[in-house]
């Protein structure tokens, strides 16, 4: 494998990242938090391995706006592999090559044990945390894009309109500009980027 | 259907703990069922230890062995006890001449009218989680195959037992971090809302929100939820004092 990462869902959406290997493992669970959609979101969603040994050339195309960016990151095989303790579903392990190709059976088991075990180390990061709080590695350790909820705040105030929907807002930009969600809000905390109520527009500001 | 067919989906069923509505007391029902009808024996029981330590009678095959099974708790003496206290099988018991090990437990045995017991452990590696008990109105023994068989349905019911106990675990931890992850980020969303409504950065808005906690003794969630749903507005939040 080139890289690895592990995804945190709740629900049907990304929440975070608790590690990646590589710049190119982060962006993948960048693009996957920023368009909901891409190989741990699907493995989540359908509670199974989820696999494209060839990204660049699937055999059946999915994934039409995570696809291109993350080719052009490097990834050209990838796999999700849903992280379970049982019935509970806790998010994904995503594995990716520099080179198409497919999992040979040993890998494919190797990962299944990985997932297991990192799902189990997940429980054990939160298991002893004071109530109402993350666990303190969690806490350190985790990309929960914090700075994509301050912005949505920002946003929200900017458009008058709900967090939740400021939130979409900021995505549907980073997807409308070809970047990530992180960008997108770091600029507008920074005041770089302002969304303006009249319509609805971002516009550089001060 | 044969022994072997019988045994096989017994296996099957007691292995199967993934389903949504997996219910230990059917697994139990099951596996007692099954060891009455397997083993060809009278009565099949078991018994599993409560967290707070003690052990407990859950399901028996019959209301004669349940009755034999509580005394047993009672009293605090019999095979099932004994296997679990050992974490051994306790076999080929019986009680006709018994040897004096379980005097009253042997006198209501055969008033109930079973002449033998048996017990093996439920258990996986050293964690003993109680004992399946296997109760016969004929003296004499099991089989060895028949231990054997009884043996195998113990382990894979503990298995899945204990499978559905760390998954129990897992969602309630799971829930724990949902929760706890919605609240920074309620307060992440209220910090981004005062920094842009009373042009402050991150720091001071939330320094500003937590000021304004304190002051009112209310938790942090409790003023930022206000915030982001808009019940409370980022101006009525007490100023920083300078």
Known sequence: ?206 | MSREALMTRTLVKLADTLVDDFDVVDLLTTLADRCVEVLNIAAAGIMLVAPEGELRAMTSSSEAMRVVELFELQSLEGPCLDCYRTGQPVVNNDLTSDDGRWPGFAAVALATGFRAADAVPMRLRRQVIGALNLFRTEPGSLTDDDLIAAQAFADIATIAILQHRSALEAQVVNDQLNHALNSRIAIEQAKGMIAEREGLDMEHAFARLRNHARNHNERLVTVATAIVDGTAVPGSLDPLSH
């Open chain 1, 1 to 206: 494998m080139s890289g690895a990462g592990i995804m945190l869902m709740s629900g049907d959406l990304p929440k975070g990242s608790v590690c990646t290997t590589n710049g190119v493992s982060e962006i993948i669970e960048q693009l996957q938090y920023t368009l909901g959609e891409g190989p741990c979101v699907d493995a989540v969603r359908q509670h199974r391995a989820v696999l494209e040994p060839d990204l660049a050339r699937p055999a059946t195309p999915r994934w039409v706006a995570f696809t291109p960016p993350a080719v052009r990151a490097g990834a050209r095989a990838i796999f999700g592999f849903p992280l379970d303790v049982g019935a509970v579903r806790l998010g994904a392990l995503n594995l990716y090559r520099d080179r198409p190709g497919p999992l040979t059976d040993d890998q494919h088991a190797d990962a299944l044990v990985l997932a297991s075990v990192a799902a189990r180390a997940v429980i054990g990061m939160q298991a002893d945390a004071d109530p109402g709080a993350l666990g303190a590695e969690l806490e350190v350790g985790t990309n929960f894009q914090f700075a994509v909820h301050q912005a949505s705040g920002m946003v929200s105030v900017q458009l008058g309109v709900s967090v939740g929907q400021a939130l979409v807002r900021l995505r549907a930009n980073a997807f409308a500009d070809d970047r990530l969600v992180a960008d997108v809000a770091r600029e507008v905390i920074s005041g770089r980027l302002r969304f303006d109520h009249r319509d609805g527009q971002a516009r550089s500001g001060r």
